[in-house]
């Protein structure tokens, strides 16, 4: 069964290389890995698409609890949450056709963002039977390219899986100023 | 106050309370050898390679419950200690370790003996720090220490480039560290408490495996007390020996696959399974499908992911052994199963053979290890991987924490000589015997001549069968005697020991074994004892690897494979 796991993480140099060398190393399988920054300074949030049961969903929570820079893990399956994928797809398509291809991008409340003589970008935001969905419904008239972002997801409601430990002013400030978490000058940066 | 990097390096290693470092000297580490002299405090002690530096920082902690470190240089310094890093990291062992890398304008250029230490090192250690700033070091360093030294201990690495030592700083020491990726988990939650405990009051042939967890967390008389307390009797793994002491009357010794008979059996057939600190390793456990499927199982263990990874538990809690014993043995009520006690009494009684001393004439492993335990009964024992290793743990006697120092998790040959070295810099003026494999002994015995520098009087004991003895065991036993590789000639040790300015001395018969060992104890300097003992013995019993504990077998004409 597929499980969405969140994981808070401290943004410094390493971490991605931290998570995803432990799913390796574990045999874990990732469906998809998304990674972003949250509304906490210094904390990015990995929304994790895990294949496995009960058992190995808690052994990845474990390990990666055990990650120091890894700060709270929630698996929000099972809870009432919103979920959603971005997806660009490339089409082709000309004016003969364009009708058709124009037709099913109105049916998935799609959008068009853009035009060529020879070929249109997609854009949608939904959940991923849809996404799939539309994907199939293209396929006749070519996909040229394909990209997703993989799986986020949001508890609904007041709850969170946010952070809500602050770090203390003066580590904040020492965390932010120091090559932990450094600008992207050097050649081991998280961004 | 404003200190160079390298300064500021070593007055945190001082606010540590480190006062030894194994380490290792090159090129970009040497700023920071430039201001050793200015630093008497802190002892470093030249090794001649850096897995002996590593294998000695783990010795060390673990005879002291202390912090072990080790330096090294960049690039092939920083990949010889990954061997003794994985083993920390295996064992839980509170290690810190220091590695120098190029200069930062230079990191990820592939320059001179540049090598990703911190990519390569990163799955083999609790956590690891690249500090790319001389303003950082102090609090990378008082955290480094404080990861590595609390909940389940480990090693910690910190990669400086090079410039970073030589840059200026203003120096202040953290006297606190938080971080809020990281909790240090303390008592156990008590409902589950109250649920083991009741469990425990229901049992009829209750069972404790005592873990390393019980020696890290300093928990040994809280093991006894709950011990006592319900009267059941107490296994070991390997790494648990000395939590409870082997002469205590609730002691059975050690499970596993070179457990003995009656250990193995109770696991197999106690109903209720009290795992304390410990991992639940296939080498203890067997083939966890088939490990007691009957029993009730609960484990105890300060990590959370080690519960419900190899056997399921039916009360898992998560906590610290020095505080969740009390609370269960507050929880428990007073028991005394002398029935089941007697069961196991008798199936001791009934299987002495498979773990019995041979008597001779030759010259057996079994017999030197036991001379030595009762000759040297306050010795810290270090020992390699292999025969050996099984017949010290199974012979010797072990009456206090910290006695034993043996790599289990890693099995990593060539650990003995180096833990040695490091075991007896941490015990000035204590007896430390080293038992050593002939091949072991021979992938790190250049660390002879750090023994005679720094006179670190370690007594080694080699074991000379002329075979890497366990692999040969197995092709004996599940190759059909198809010996490949594992007969070994051997240089003269006695010459050996010589030519490095160490006392030798060899034995060749039972007679002489107290004799030499009395000799050794008597020498005021590390003494090397070659004990060219018989070729072909073999450890009994066994648990063939991918059986389980009850299929434990004690004869050779058991083996089926
Ligand atoms: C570094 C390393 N390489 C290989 C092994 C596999 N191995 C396990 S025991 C053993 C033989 C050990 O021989 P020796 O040190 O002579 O001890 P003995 O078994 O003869 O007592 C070997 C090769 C190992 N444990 N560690
Ligand atoms: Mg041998």
């Known amino acids: 069964m597929k499980h969405t796991v969140v994981a808070m993480v401290e943004d410094r140099p390493g971490v991605l290389t931290r998570v995803a060398s432990l799913f390796r190393r574990r045999g874990f399988n990732i469906d998809s890995l998304a990674v972003g920054t949250t509304e906490e300074q210094g904390i990015s949030r990995m ?86 969905a539309l994907v199939e419904n293209l396929r006749p008239y070519g996909v040229m390219e394909m990209v997703r972002t993989g799986r986020v997801a949001m508890t609904r409601g007041e709850q969170t899986a946010a952070v809500h430990e602050e770090e203390p002013d003066e580590l904040q400030r020492f965390h932010t100023e120091s090559g932990r978490r450094p600008e992207g000058e050097l050649p081991f940066t998280s961004k | 106050m404003r200190l160079s990097g390298a300064d500021i390096v070593l007055e945190c290693l001082k606010r540590i309370g480190v006062d030894t470092l194994f380490g290792y000297p090159g090129g970009v580490v040497l700023p920071l050898y430039d201001r050793m002299p200015a630093h008497p405090e802190i002892h470093h002690v030249l090794v001649r390679h850096e897995q002996g530096g590593g294998h000695a920082a783990d010795g060390y902690a673990r005879a002291s419950g202390r912090l072990g470190v080790a330096l090294a240089t960049s690039g092939p310094g920083a990949t010889n200690l990954v061997t003794a890093i994985q083993n920390a990291m295996m064992d839980s062992v509170p290690t810190l370790f220091i590695t120098g890398n190029v200069a930062r304008e230079l990191l990820g250029k592939d320059g001179f003996q540049e090598a990703d230490a911190t990519g390569i090192i990163m799955p083999a250690v609790k956590h690891n720090y690249l500090v790319m700033r001389a303003d950082d070091l102090a609090y990378t360093f008082a955290e480094a220490a404080h990861i590595a030294q609390t909940g389940r201990p480990g090693p910690v ?51 404790i495996i005592a873990g390393h967890g019980i020696i890290l967390g300093r928990a040994w008389d809280e ?14 793994t390997l790494l648990g020996l000395g939590s409870i002491p082997a002469d205590h009357a609730l ?14 059996i109770a696991a197999s057939t106690a109903d209720v399974v009290i795992a304390l600190g410990n991992r639940m390793d296939d080498r203890a456990m067997g083939r966890f499908a088939d490990f007691n499927r009957e029993a009730k199982v609960i484990h105890v263990d300060i990590d959370a992911s080690e519960h419900n990874k190899n056997i399921p538990a039916t009360v898992a809690i998560v906590g610290d052994v020095k505080q969740v014993l009390p609370q269960l ?66 012979q010797m006697t072990f009456t206090r924490p910290h006695q034993l120092i043996t790599s289990g998790g890693l099995g990593t040959m060539g650990f003995e000589v180096p833990a040695a070295m490091g075991a007896q810099a941490a015990l000035p003026g204590q007896r430390v015997w080293s038992i050593c494999g002939d091949g072991g002994f021979q992938m790190t015995l250049h660390e002879l001549a ?9 007594k080694m004991a080699i074991m000379n069968n002329g075979f890497l003895g366990m692999v040969r065991q197995w092709q004996e036993l599940f190759y059909a005697d198809n010996y490949v590789s594992v007969s070994m000639s051997q240089p003269d040790f006695v010459k050996l020991a010589e030519a490095y300015g160490i006392k030798g001395l060899r034995v060749t018969d039972i007679e002489s074994v107290d004799a030499a060992i009395k000799e050794a104890n008597d ?39």
């Open chain 2, 251 to 264: 002691s059975y010794g050690m499970l596993g696959m070179h457990g003995s008979y009656e250990a193995n």
């Open chain 2, 523 to 561: 020498h005021p300097g590390p003494v090397l004892v070659d004990f060219q003992v018989e070729a072909e013995g073999n450890v009994w019993p066994m648990v063939p690897a991918g059986a389980s504990l009850a299929e434990t077998i004690e004869t050779p004409d058991e083996v089926t494979a």
């Open chain 2, 450 to 458: 750090t023994l005679l520098d720094e006179q670190l009087p370690v």
């Open chain 2, 329 to 394: 043995t507050a929880a428990v009520q007073t028991g005394a199963h002398a029935e089941w006690v007697r069961e196991v009494d008798t199936l001791r009684d009934e299987h002495t053979d498979s773990m019995a001393v041979p008597s001779g004439p030759e010259l057996s492993v079994q017999h030197i290890v036991t001379r030595i335990s009762e000759l040297s009964p306050e010795a810290t024992v270090v020992t390699g991987v292999g025969q050996h290793q099984m017949w010290a743990a199974q």
């Open chain 2, 157 to 207: 690495h910190i990669d400086i480039p090079k410039d970073v030592f030589l840059e200026e700083a203003e120096f202040t020491w953290p006297e606190e560290v938080s971080i809020r990726g990281y909790d240090v988990p303390g008592a156990g939650d008590d409902e589950l408490v109250r649920d083991a405990a009741a469990i425990i009051d229901d049992a009829e042939r209750p069972l």
């Open chain 2, 223 to 236: 093991l006894v007390a709950f011990a006592e307390k319900i009267g059941t009797p107490v296994l070991n």
């Open chain 1, 47 to 132: 929304t994790i698409v895990v294949d496995g049961d009960d058992g190995i969903v808690q052994q990845v929570e474990h390990q990666l609890n055990k990650l120091i820079d890894v700060v709270k893990v929630s698996d929000l399956t099972g809870e009432d949450t919103v979920t959603r994928e971005l997806v660009l797809l490339k089409v082709r398509c000309g004016a003969i056709n364009r009708r058709g291809v124009l037709d099913i991008v109105e049916i998935f409340r799609a959008q068009v963002i853009d035009l060529s003589p020879t070929s249109l970008i997609i854009q949608v935001v939904a959940e991923e039977d849809r996404l799939d």
